[in-house]
């Protein structure tokens, strides 16, 4: 017995247009869920950027206070504000202290934006043999809402990274 299969113009119609509407639907949500994880994606790059930037530094204010162990004082116990002044950026013909925390501001400046800040500090009068920190503060709005109201206020949004070493 052979048997023959017989489609009906209703059944072969295809698609209906509250399918299509459905399938536009998932397709866009799910497009904008990829957008929302792009985005997130570029905010966790740039604090991380950020973030090795300040270590990059305190560990080069470090190094310097280790080359230099005699005059070592000369670095710490001083704030550092952020400058990006061309004429502070371009390393004099002297070498030494001045000149180098001169310079390491214009670095900071140009890293971290002109609201970065750093301070150095010793635990002996003359940081040799004793512990030494670097504190570098920076302006992250993207991520410090510490009252969780959904926005980063001014007085929110810095970032510190510490780092501490003997000399």
């Known amino acids: 017995m052979k048997r023959t299969l017989t489609f009906s113009p209703r ?6 247009l509250i399918e299509v509407m459905i399938a536009i639907l998932v397709m866009a949500l799910g497009l904008l869920g990829f ?4 985005t ?3 905010r966790f790059t740039q604090s991380a950027n950020q973030r090795t930037q300040a270590a990059n530094l305190a560990y080069d204010m470090l190094d310097q206070m280790r080359t ?9 116990d001083d ?14 013909a002297t070498v030494g202290a001045d000149a180098y925390k001169t310079v390491w501001q214009c670095r900071l400046g140009k890293a971290l934006g002109a609201d970065a800040s750093a301070v150095v500090a010793c635990d002996t009068s003359n940081c040799v043999g004793g512990g030494v920190s670097v504190d570098i503060t920076w302006r992250d709005q993207r991520w410090n809402d510490a009252d969780n109201d959904g926005t980063v206020a001014d007085t929110e949004g810095n970032q510190t990274f510490r780092t ?3 000399l």
């Open 40 to 42: 997130m994606s570029v």
């Open 11 to 16: 059944q072969a119609a295809g698609f209906s």
């Open 79 to 92: 704030d550092y504000a952020a400058t990006s002044t061309p004429a502070s950026c371009v390393p004099g």
């Open 164 to 166: 501490v070493t003997r």
């Open 35 to 38: 957008a929302l994880l792009q």
């Open 68 to 76: 230099n162990r005699l005059t070592a004082a000369q670095y710490a």
